[in-house]
């Protein structure tokens, strides 16, 4: 019984840390299209990683990815072959209603 305490509790924590990742971000098109705002975020992860600077990750997920840290960010994780690829999700993204 504990145990199932205590994995309902994990569950809970664990279900909040990712629901606000969806939440507070400036995408309104985010809920319908997790999977391609996971494909989008990792960019700014990966720049976050490369260059282990704090405040990269959020500059680059400003305005829904629609700024120039973004861009900076395709170029520096070299995914800049797939640039109008991402410019699409980025427009998928920005779509919905908030």
Sequence with gaps: RVLFLALVAACIVLGRGTSARYLDD???????????????????????????MNDVGSRCRENCFYNVDFLWCVYATERHGEIDQLNRWMSILKAGRK
């Design 26 to 52: 400036e995408c309104p098109g985010v809920m319908g299209n997790r999977d391609l705002y996971e494909k989008v975020v990792r960019i700014c992860d990966d720049c976050s990683n490369i260059f282990r």
